[in-house]
């Protein structure tokens, strides 16, 4: 259902155009915690409440009071249906819908029923999604589990109304089978140790120590008639196929440009959209390359940002077909231009108020955040593969170490002033003395002088502290953040829970916390960098650190499956072995998937558009060849353009086949983990060197009849 939501002013001045009420368009489609209050009885709100604050279950008579008052909220919204929405390992979400349809009573009228047993627990098919072998085909049984902290919300579209409810997805023995129950295992392991360090400078009111997280999105926006003339673009979200425009980013002048009407328009209705369902969709704006933009919410619980994250990406893509677009989140939709990345901003706070990563006035008189800043380091150092590996995907390959990206190799930016103490806790073990901002002076007398922070910030850098948090900037735009989420909150928590061990038991507390951050960053300083990570001095400088450099996905996957990572995942339960094993599977299978996709989609655009279009053009010049010569001029020009373009042709054609041949012969291979190499060094090879010749065609061939819209038609044209 649609409604229309303008100020009184706004009705009553005709000289004014509608006046969006964000107030009350804002979490209007969304079951907050306040519409609960208002629609439970008190006691089994408090218990609601007590549930969502500290765990537990909800008794079955608790429940059928929750699953009716959502249910009447959603039925007078005008849901018919609702479904548990989970995450399962594609990387999307998932959803089965049930109507609130019961059985009719004695008189024949439809009775509108939803159950507590409903609301807590759904059982989709298990056996069609991936799970790397933790279930067998035969196996079919999978649970949906209610996540009580998430709300629900109303999804509006042409299906009609339907009630989403945020859960896990596990199979029959437990096994987590999506991205959402290893993040919220993890958001509880690394509230417990994190605690456990709060304790120790004497906070003793915070119950729990919340991982929020603010996702930056990055999007292309294109003309979906085009859209729809590229095949390519259609099967593998990214042109596999393309020639550079004469323009691209070199002005800089999209970056923060005039943001044009119809791209305006969607973005309008994309907040509204947002808005109504609770994401607090912030900023926007265009990106580096052309037809690329950016939109940042505010700060949320993790689990919570990762579902909004997921809305996010599924309403760009709606709004973008109501306004003939279509909104790409491939991380490398056109060679030559900045691909899109999702920037993870993460940060630790108490439910008292206390973030654990703001250094405050003095961070060299901060123990408690040097002690957290100590264990990051720690933890990053350690576990830099492993956070490597949770920003792979497919897509990402084509983005990671290029210029609008970060590099494969895993570093921490500090900026000035907190190196600056770094060193000196390392070098001498006090920190007498801070780097000051200082005052940044326009040197123009109408404008204030302003307060400079005491850094500059690193673009280059793939995990940056920017004030009171943590910017990992390496995760790809179509990627789930639930992985990266994950990662980072596992790695945390085993830092925090081995300094914890040391401090509890520590005869002299002040003595000991200070010999920690002393020995943590002396121990594990070579993860810090605050220069240029794009240089080739820096490639070095990283192997000579002995910083791994993991350049693909494929390389990656490895790193979950080592006793290492085994040994931290089990040891806060937050992933079994088996579990790690089977996403390892599930990874190598993914990547050898869309690589396959890839090939047969650059082989089918190749002969069944590219080649006879050029072909077509060939005999167009092989006839003008003749008819000039027969007209007595010279033809020099025609019959060297013609020989250019059969010389590519042929070039074309052998690349064809080459692939052709290589593609065939990945299904002789078994292992997943083989296959996945196989099509990483071979089958990618061969998928470039027919992209090569293909794309000086399209530089020689009439533009009338190549068979797809350009690069200029793409991303200029919108």
């Not at 409440?49 to 909220?73: N, P």
């Not at 494929?554 to 089990?570: D, M, P, R």
């Not at 005999?619 to 001029?633: M, N, P």
Request: proline residues 4%.
């Amino acid at each position: 259902m649609c409604r229309s939501y303008v100020n009184k002013q706004g009705k009553e001045d005709s000289k004014m155009s509608e006046v969006l009420n964000v107030e009350e368009i804002f979490a209007s489609n969304l079951f907050t915690v306040g519409k609960m209050k208002e629609r439970l009885p008190k006691n089994v709100f408090k218990e609601v409440r007590k549930v969502m604050d500290q765990g537990g279950e909800l008794s079955l008579a608790t429940a059928d009071v929750v699953a009716k008052a959502m249910k009447d909220w959603a039925v007078e919204h005008g849901a018919t249906h609702y479904t548990h929405w989970f995450q399962p390992l594609t990387g999307i979400t998932a959803e089965k819908h049930d109507s609130f349809v019961a059985h009719p009573d004695a008189e024949g009228r439809m009775l509108m029923e939803f159950s507590g047993k409903e609301l807590i627990k759904g059982e989709p098919d298990a056996s069609s999604f991936p799970s790397g072998g933790l279930r067998a085909t035969f196996e079919a049984r999978g649970y949906t589990a209610w996540d009580i902290t998430s709300p629900a919300f109303l999804k509006e579209d042409a299906t009609g109304v339907i009630l989403c409810i945020p859960t896990a997805f596990c199979s029959y023995k437990g096994e987590a089978l999506d991205k959402k129950t290893p993040l919220l295992r993890s958001m509880e392991a690394v509230s417990e140790q994190a605690l456990r360090i709060v304790r120790l400078f004497g906070n003793t009111e915070a119950t729990k120590v919340v991982a929020s997280v603010g996702p930056e999105q990055e999007y292309f926006l294109v003309d979906r008639e085009k859209y729809l003339k590229r095949p390519d673009l259609i099967f593998a979200g990214r042109t596999l196929f393309g020639a550079p425009a004469p323009k691209g980013q070199e002005l800089e002048d999209h970056y923060f440009g005039t943001i044009r009407e119809r791209i305006g328009s969607f973005m309008k209705d994309l907040n509204i959209e947002l808005w109504k369902l609770g994401v607090t969709a912030k900023t926007q704006h265009n990106e580096v390359a052309p037809a690329q933009h950016e939109l940042a919410p505010i700060y949320e619980t993790a689990n919570i940002a990762v579902d909004h994250n997921q809305l996010v990406m599924e309403t760009m893509k709606k709004v973008a077909g109501r306004h003939g677009l279509t909104c790409l989140l491939h991380e490398k939709p056109f060679a030559g231009v900045n691909g899109s990345g999702k920037h993870n901003n993460w940060s630790l706070g108490t439910d008292n108020g206390v973030n654990l990563l703001d250094p405050g006035d003095t961070p060299n008189e901060n123990i408690q955040f040097l002690l957290v800043l100590a264990c990051i380091m720690k933890a990053v150092d350690t576990h830099a593969d492993l956070l490597r590996q949770s920003a792979s995907d497919v897509g990402n390959d084509h983005r990671l170490g290029a210029n609008e990206a970060p590099p494969a190799i895993i570093s921490m930016f500090l900026g000035e002033q907190l190196e600056d103490v770094v060193k000196q806790l390392v070098e001498t073990g006090e920190a007498s003395h801070l780097v000051e901002g200082g005052k940044l002076q326009t040197g123009v007398s109408t404008l204030p002088d302003l307060e400079k922070d005491a850094t500059d910030r690193n673009r280059t850098s793939p995990f940056a502290f920017t004030g009171n948090k943590f910017e990992f900037r390496m995760v790809g735009s179509a990627d789930s953040i639930a992985s990266p989420n994950t990662t980072l909150n596992a790695i945390v928590a085993e830092a925090f829970c081995e300094a914890a061990d040391i401090l509890e038991n520590a005869e002299d507390f002040d003595v000991a916390v200070h010999d920690l951050i002393k020995e943590y960053m002396t121990k594990h300083q070579r993860i810090v960098f605050n220069g240029d990570g794009y240089s080739e001095e820096w490639v070095k400088e990283a192997a000579r650190r002995g910083l791994p450099n993991i350049k693909s996905m494929v390389e990656a996957v490895g790193t979950l499956t080592t006793e290492k990572s085994i040994k931290l995942f089990e040891k806060f339960k937050i992933f079994t072995r088996a579990e790690l094993e089977s996403r390892a599977e599930v990874l190598y299978e993914t990547y050898s998937k869309n690589i396959n996709i890839e090939a047969l989609t650059m082989l089918d655009m190749a002969k069944k558009q590219i080649l006879p279009a050029v072909i077509g053009y060939t005999r167009s010049l092989a006839d003008t060849v003749i008819a000039v010569r027969e007209a007595g001029a010279d033809a020099a020009v025609q019959r060297d353009l013609l020989n250019e373009v059969s010389a590519k042709l042929a070039e074309a054609k052998a690349a064809l086949v080459d692939l052709e041949k290589k593609q065939a012969a990945a299904g002789a291979i078994e292992d997943q983990k083989d296959l996945a190499f196989y099509y990483k060094d071979v089958v990618r090879e061969a998928m470039a060197a027919l992209r090569t010749p293909v794309d000086e065609l399209e530089m020689l061939v009439d533009k009338k009849v190549w068979p797809f819209p350009t690069y200029g038609d793409l991303i200029f044209e919108v």
